[in-house]
């Protein structure tokens, strides 16, 4: 992740956004503006505010830098924007987030949408489960 990208999109470049684009672009990473926060603290940004972190964040997303989602019951969770696309399955216990791509989903959604006499533009796929992590602490 280098600061040309900020430059192409009419960003300047500080430190904070810098460090927000790094932690996004840990793999797979999707992480609320909480969670961004609380990393930048560690990494010794402890002067950047959540507000400053929120706002980063609404130009990072007006930007196109990220995504954003909300998941059910959850604050709203950002990610990179130069993946290739993919759906999402939510831990309801841990809230973990985890990524797949199923081809045979992607059909059957354009299917129902031709069927309906739709063209389609766009879906939001999110499954939610107990991970295996969390179904292996209940056995116990
Ligand atoms: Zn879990
Ligand atoms: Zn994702």
């Known amino acids: 992740m280098d600061e040309e990208i900020l430059r192409q999109r009419g960003l300047k470049v500080t430190e904070a956004r810098m ?5 996004l672009s ?3 990473a999707h992480l609320s503006a909480d969670q961004i926060a609380s990393m930048l603290e560690k990494s010794g940004f402890s002067s950047v505010s959540l507000a400053t972190v929120y706002r980063v964040l609404t130009q990072f997303h ?4 990220i995504h954003k989602h909300q998941f059910e019951d959850g604050a709203s969770v950002y ?3 130069d993946d290739d696309h993919h759906d999402h399955i939510v831990c309801e216990r ?3 987030i985890e990524e797949f791509f199923d081809a045979k989903i992607e059909k059957s959604q354009e299917r129902v ?3 309906l006499g739709y063209a389609l533009k766009g879906h939001t796929m999110v499954l939610y ?3 295996s992590l969390c179904a292996g602490k209940e056995d116990r």
């Open 19 to 23: 460090k927000i684009l790094e932690i």
């Open 26 to 28: 840990d793999q797979h």
């Open 62 to 65: 007006e930007a196109g830098l």
């Open 79 to 81: 990610e990179l924007a």
């Open 94 to 96: 841990c809230g973990k």
């Open 113 to 115: 949408a031709r069927e």
């Open 129 to 131: 489960g107990i991970c």
